[in-house]
């Protein structure tokens, strides 16, 4: 069956209890005693099945998908031919010791994935389980290939939970309160134009946001040869969908190669299509030094890889490794969603829905009075509720009360940022469905609005 013949037998929403619903509300019950406290809310409904683009819950209500497992599934849930490849792997085998033998699929999946990565250069490819840990993996190669240990990163960026990681991040205070982080980083507020922190406007301020980086760190407190690496997500995914200044990312090419720092795109979450190229960074035309990936890269078994230009690899064996960096299943996964995406052209439909999907938004939205920001590339897209458009105040409960509206209309899809609603649905979404999801997000906003 092709893809479009699978999606098209998927059934669209349907809510025949109100959700969460009673058999939901039993799995929290028995969830908040014995997990973790985590990031999980409990106006969600506990989830039973997913497929495509559409997810059901355990009291049987069915929803339109528009987090993708945390833009994880931008070929959507339980996509036959990743479960075909997949099982094929199975019958070779599920786990050998990828860091410590050579295996064909590690040298296939690394050269499906280097021959996407932007830049006319040589690659390496680190394979490791998650976002965090290929963000560890770029801190090291940074360190290493630079000799140095100060990193730069901005606010508000998401760039993992790991101590590492972590000191990169910067999006809520919740995430970095109370732990010990590495702490040679340095941070600067990311190009935010709708807050811009210096209070100027995109067309005068010359990208200060960048530019800043040379004439105030670098001139009074650290000597950029101490500096590793540059990380910037070139949109803000955790810290609320921010599409930055055209030339923001631009300009932070040009302070890299002026002092030979290296430039870090973490592409976990806008990586693999989802902003309307294949990349994140391409939007500005820019070539990183290295690239950061993770979620979407296998359709949701965990894998993260750091791909890097090849004369920055480690210079001695043992300088890095992981136990299951690397895992069979995983790279199977992803050199199917690889062949997947390109076959279909997927960041050019994300380009085209999202272009769609976010004029919609505009016309229906843009005078609603909570409404602050509408944004995005692709199918990354966010809208910044406000408690009034003059003061643009932070409105989170406004977010969150539209989000459940949603929820009880048949829609599942997360917050990020302070006070945003995250659009991120798998990028096969038919279209019908993200014109409904669309649809039930303005429906929501107008009425808590009224
Ligand atoms: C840009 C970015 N980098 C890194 C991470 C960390 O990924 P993981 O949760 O897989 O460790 C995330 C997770 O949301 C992310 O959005």
């Given at each position: 069956m092709s893809l479009w013949n699978w999606l098209k037998s998927l059934p669209g929403p349907q809510i025949k209890v109100e959700p969460p619903g009673p058999k939901s509300r039993e799995i929290i019950k028995k969830g908040e005693k014995v997990l973790a406290t985590?990031?999980?809310?409990?106006?969600?409904?506990?989830?039973?099945?997913?497929?495509?683009?559409?997810?059901?819950?355990?009291?049987?209500?069915?929803?339109?998908?528009f987090f993708a497992g945390v833009a994880v599934l931008n070929v959507g849930s339980r996509n036959p031919e990743v479960i075909q490849a997949i099982q094929t792997q199975l019958n070779r085998f599920i786990h050998d010791?990828?860091?410590?033998?050579?295996?064909?699929?590690?040298?296939?999946?690394?050269?499906?994935?280097?021959?996407?990565?932007?830049?006319?250069?040589?690659?390496?490819?680190?394979?490791?389980?998650?976002?965090?840990?290929?963000?560890?993996?770029?801190?090291?190669?940074?360190?290493?290939?630079?000799?140095?240990?100060?990193?730069?990163?901005?606010?508000?960026?998401?760039?993992?939970?790991t101590l590492g990681s972590l000191a990169l991040t910067a999006s809520k205070k919740v995430h970095r309160k109370g732990y010990l982080v590495y702490p040679y980083v340095e941070h600067v507020p990311y190009s935010y134009c709708y807050r811009c922190p210096y209070k100027l406007t995109p067309d005068v301020c010359d990208v200060w946001c960048a530019k800043i980086i040379e004439e105030?760190?670098?001139?009074?407190?650290?000597?950029?040869?101490?500096?590793?690496?540059?990380?910037?997500?070139?949109?803000?995914?955790?810290?609320?969908?921010?599409?930055?200044?055209p030339k923001f990312i631009p300009t932070l090419r040009k302070i890299c190669d002026k002092h030979g720092i290296l430039l870090v795109s973490d592409e976990v979450q806008m990586g693999f299509g989802r902003t309307g190229k294949w990349w994140g960074i391409q939007n500005f035309d820019v070539v990183p030094d290295v690239m950061t990936c993770a979620k979407s890269i296998a359709a949701g078994v965990p894998l993260g890889a750091c791909v890097f230009n090849a004369k920055y690899d480690f210079p001695y064996p043992g300088a890095?490794?992981?136990?299951?960096?690397?895992?069979?299943?995983?790279?199977?996964?992803?050199?199917?969603?690889?062949?997947?995406?390109?076959?279909?052209?997927l960041y050019e439909r994300a380009r085209?829905?999202?272009?769609?999907?976010?004029?919609?938004?505009?016309?229906?939205?843009e005078d609603n009075p909570i409404v602050g920001d509408i944004r995005g590339l692709g199918l990354a897209q966010g809208i910044e509720i406000v408690k009034d458009k003059k003061t643009k105040a932070f409105a989170p409960d406004l977010r969150d009360e539209i989000i459940k509206r949603c929820v009880k209309k048949g829609l599942l899809l997360l917050?990020?940022?302070?006070?945003?609603?995250?659009?991120?649905?798998?990028?096969?979404?038919?279209?019908?469905?993200y014109e409904k999801g669309l649809d039930i997000i303005i429906d929501s906003i107008k009425e808590v609005s009224k």
């Open positions: 985590s990031t999980r809310e409990e106006f969600y409904p506990a989830i039973a099945k997913m497929e495509g683009d559409v997810i059901w819950d355990v009291d049987g209500n069915i929803y339109i998908d010791a990828p860091q410590d033998f050579y295996d064909e699929i590690q040298v296939i999946a690394a050269e499906k994935l280097a021959s996407v990565a932007p830049g006319n250069f040589s690659k390496k490819v680190f394979f490791a389980n998650s976002g965090a840990e290929s963000v560890e993996c770029a801190m090291k190669v940074a360190q290493l290939a630079r000799k140095a240990h100060w990193f730069i990163a901005f606010v508000p960026s998401f760039h993992g939970r105030i760190l670098f001139e009074h407190y650290i000597d950029p040869n101490d500096v590793a690496a540059i990380f910037v997500e070139p949109i803000t995914g955790e810290g609320g969908y921010v599409v930055p200044h890095h490794s992981s136990t299951y960096g690397g895992n069979a299943l995983a790279l199977a996964a992803m050199v199917k969603v690889i062949e997947i995406i390109e076959r279909e052209k085209k829905l999202g272009e769609q999907g976010l004029k919609k938004l505009k016309d229906e939205l917050p990020c940022g302070k006070s945003t609603i995250r659009i991120a649905p798998p990028l096969i979404i038919r279209e019908e469905m």
